[in-house]
């Protein structure tokens, strides 16, 4: 079956843009859960998404948001992009039912801002 | 607030020796512990799930082991080959909410 799709792969933005970013879970997988990739900070636990309700969220500020489709897949959109926000963006799906069960990730989108 | 750390944070061995990764974690109510692979660029593979239940899973050359009482996990790997070369992520489920903490990895290299 088919894998998590992130789409775009790649993108380069201007300081003060704004981009959205899309995810595609695993077919019949209802948790959707995004990072934010870092050499220096490693994975950073961005939010989770599960059946259209945010379930989770991590320390970022608010110019990231998120929303889950009836249909599970996701989007995030950063607002007034910052230079510090060039990374690799990592979303992962699950069944998401409860403590337990395994994460499988997409291969991400890279993001540049210059 | 549950600390996953993974030693160590590089290694670089010649092909065909055999590799403990380690992970260690403060707080031992886990649901579960996965062991994921990641090549420079890419997203993360699922190598190993092992439930709070189980002391062990194996997948081909893989090995995962699991000591909760001692907040501690071990990633073997048999016979190892220059594909192997990655870098690989430990991720703990801890109770209270379903995302995994992760390890900051260990970065392999396995040369010919």
């Known amino acids: 079956k088919a894998g998590v799709t992130q789409t775009p792969r790649y993108l380069i933005k201007t300081r003060g843009q704004q981009v959205t970013l899309s995810c595609s879970p695993i077919?019949?997988?209802?948790?959707v859960s995004w990072y934010q990739q870092t050499p220096g900070q490693g994975l950073q636990f961005l939010f989770e998404?599960?059946?259209?309700?945010?379930?989770n969220k991590g320390n970022f500020p608010g110019r990231f948001s998120g929303r889950q489709f009836s249909n599970s897949r996701s989007e995030m959109n950063v607002s007034t992009l910052e230079l510090g926000d060039s990374a690799l963006y990592l979303c992962?799906?699950?069944?998401?039912?409860?403590?337990?069960?395994?994460?499988?990730f997409g291969q991400g989108t890279r993001l540049t801002v210059v | 607030k549950q600390e996953v750390t993974q030693i160590p944070a590089a290694l670089s061995v010649p092909e065909g020796e055999n590799l403990v990764l380690n992970c260690s974690f403060t707080d031992s109510a886990i649901y579960n512990l996965q062991w994921f692979r990641q090549d420079p660029g890419k997203g993360l593979t699922s190598l190993l799930l092992?439930?709070?239940?189980?002391r062990e899973q194996t997948s081909g050359r893989l090995n995962a082991s699991l000591d909760k009482s001692s907040g501690r996990s071990t990633l073997y790997i048999a016979a190892s080959q220059p594909g192997d070369s990655a870098t690989y992520l430990c991720a703990v489920e801890s109770g209270g909410s379903y995302i995994p903490t992760f390890g900051r990895g260990t970065s392999l290299i396995v040369h010919p």
């Open positions: 077919s019949g997988h209802r948790s």
């Open positions: 998404y599960f059946s259209e309700t945010q379930r």
């Open positions: 092992i439930q709070s239940s189980q």
């Open positions: 992962a799906s699950s069944l998401g039912g409860g403590g337990g069960t395994e994460a499988f």
